[in-house]
């Protein structure tokens, strides 16, 4: 074998999964968190990498003839799409039952953010008490 590492063990982690990436993700959920809580939209550059992230609120929004609206996010990760759905749906009588399935370790870091009360939940499979589900997010 060669090659600028002398073992696999020494390639640096990088990826989605990392605790680098877990952490960085962690802290810009909590600013998104606490920019709704004080109801400031969330900073423009926590879209830059992806043109579609507010496509989600939009078609929640467009749901608007039901009180409720039940959404499964497949990698939703530590829940930042539930909080633009939040935002996009505060000034409505819509209320959002948000569930995301994604990795052990993003969810383990996901729960420490959100207190009891909100109605987002975390999951390693699709749960099957998951019957009715009105958008499911990819």
């Given amino acids: 074998f060669e090659g600028e590492y002398s073992s696999l063990s020494k390639v640096k982690e990088r990826g989605y999964n990392t605790s680098d990436s877990l952490e960085n ?7 998104e968190l606490n920019d709704y809580k004080h109801l400031n939209p969330p900073p423009k550059k926590s879209n830059s990498h992806n043109p579609i992230a507010n496509l989600l609120p939009l078609v929640a929004a467009l749901v608007g003839h039901k009180k409720e609206i039940s959404i499964l996010d497949f990698g ?30 993003t969810i383990e870091y996901a729960m420490k953010i959100y207190p009891d009360n909100m109605d987002v939940h975390f999951y390693r499979d699709i749960p099957d008490t998951l019957k009715d589900v009105d958008i499911v997010y990819l």
């Fill in 25 to 31: 993700s962690y802290n810009e959920t909590l600013r």
């Fill in 76 to 105: 939703g990760g530590m829940g930042r799409s539930y909080l633009r759905c939040l935002s996009a749906l505060q000034d409505s009588n819509i209320s959002i039952d948000y569930h995301i399935v994604d990795l052990e370790d």
